[in-house]
C-alpha cells in the first residue's frame, strides 16, 4: 500500500494505536479523519496534528455510523480507507455475573458490530477508489484468550474471522483487506496503567506502517507475529500458561 495520497478515515483515532496511525499517515502525506467519542479528546489530537480532521462519533452506536457514513460520503467522497481501530477491553467474571446486558452488549457493539456495519456501508464507496483498503484491528488474544477478558477475546476472534471472509469476499471488488494483530501494546487500553507490559506504541506503529508499505495483509508484531501461526497444540500450551 502506498502510505501517501490517501484519505483515510480512523475510528477510535483520538488515542493509542488509532493517533499514532493518523500521525504516520499525515507524515506520508495523506489526508486523515478521525472519530472518537470526545471532543476534549479530538481536540487535543488535533493540537498534536493540526492538519487532522476530527468528527465526534459512538461507533457503538448504529445511528451514529449511519450518520458518520453520511458525513464522509458528503464531506469527503475521496475517502479509500477506513481503519476500523476503535475499542474497549472490560475484565469480566462470569461466576459473579451482575451487570446489565446494555454494559456487556457495549463491549461487543464497539468490538464487532462497528466494524462488521462500518465495512458493509463504505464497501459501496470504496470500491470505486484506487487503492480502497479496509483495516481492522483484532489481537494477539484473537488466537489465545486471556479469560480474565472473555467477551473481548470473543469479540477479536470474530474479527479475525470476518476480516478473512470479507477479504475473500472483496478481492474481486479491488477493495484490499488488511488485519493487524497487536501483541500488548503500551496503550490505555481497558484504563491507564493496565497495558504497561506491552511494546512501546512507536516501535509498534512503525512496524505495522511498514507491514502496510510491504502490501502485507495480516500484521503481527513481536509476541502477536509468533502466536498468529502457531499449532493448535501450541495454542493450548500457551493458554495453559497465559491463564494458570
Ligand atoms: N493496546 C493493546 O495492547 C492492544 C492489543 C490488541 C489490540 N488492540 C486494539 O487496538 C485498537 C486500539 O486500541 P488502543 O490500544 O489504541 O486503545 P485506546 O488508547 O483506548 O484507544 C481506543 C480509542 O477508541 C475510542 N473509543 C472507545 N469507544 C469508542 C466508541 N464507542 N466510539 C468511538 N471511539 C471509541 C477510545 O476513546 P476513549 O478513550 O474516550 O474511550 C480511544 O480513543 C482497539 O481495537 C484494541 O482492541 C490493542
Redesign the pocket.
Known amino acids: 500500500m502506498n502510505l501517501s495520497a490517501n484519505t483515510v478515515l480512523i475510528?477510535?483515532?483520538?488515542?493509542?494505536?488509532?493517533?499514532?496511525m493518523a500521525g504516520q499517515f499525515l507524515q506520508a502525506g495523506s489526508k486523515v479523519i478521525i472519530?472518537?467519542?470526545?471532543e476534549t479528546?479530538l481536540q487535543d489530537a488535533r493540537q498534536q496534528h493540526p492538519a487532522l480532521e476530527t468528527l465526534v462519533?459512538?461507533?457503538?452506536?448504529e445511528a451514529?455510523r449511519v450518520s458518520l457514513f453520511n458525513k464522509i460520503k458528503k464531506e469527503f467522497p475521496e475517502v479509500n480507507v477506513l481503519v476500523?481501530?476503535?475499542?474497549?477491553?472490560r475484565r469480566l467474571k462470569l461466576t459473579e455475573y451482575a451487570e446489565e446486558w446494555h454494559q456487556t452488549h457495549?463491549e461487543l457493539?464497539?468490538?464487532l458490530e462497528?466494524p462488521i456495519h462500518l465495512s458493509a456501508l463504505f464497501i459501496p464507496l470504496l470500491r470505486n477508489q484506487y487503492g480502497a483498503t479496509i483495516i481492522n484491528?483484532?489481537?494477539?488474544?484473537a488466537f489465545v484468550p486471556a479469560a480474565w477478558i472473555p467477551v473481548?477475546c470473543a469479540t477479536?476472534a470474530a474479527i479475525h474471522s470476518f476480516t478473512m471472509s470479507m477479504r475473500h469476499q472483496l478481492a474481486k471488488a479491488r477493495i484490499t483487506v488488511v488485519e493487524?494483530?497487536?501483541?500488548?501494546?503500551?496503550?490505555?487500553?481497558?484504563g491507564p496503567g493496565l497495558?504497561d507490559f506491552?511494546v512501546p506504541l512507536p516501535e509498534f506503529t512503525q512496524a505495522v506502517m511498514q507491514g502496510l508499505q510491504n502490501g502485507e495483509v495480516e500484521i503481527g508484531y513481536g509476541t502477536?507475529e509468533k502466536v498468529r501461526a502457531s499449532s493448535r497444540d501450541d495454542i493450548d500450551r500457551l493458554f495453559r500458561q497465559l491463564n494458570p
Do not use: E, F, R, W
Open positions: 475510528t477510535g483515532g483520538a488515542s493509542g494505536i488509532g493517533l499514532a472519530c472518537d467519542l470526545d479528546a462519533c459512538d461507533v457503538g452506536q451514529d476500523n481501530n476503535a475499542g474497549i477491553q457495549q457493539a464497539i468490538n462497528a484491528i483484532s489481537s494477539i488474544v473481548y477479536k493487524i494483530v497487536p501483541p500488548g501494546v503500551q496503550t490505555d487500553l481497558g497495558h506491552g502477536a
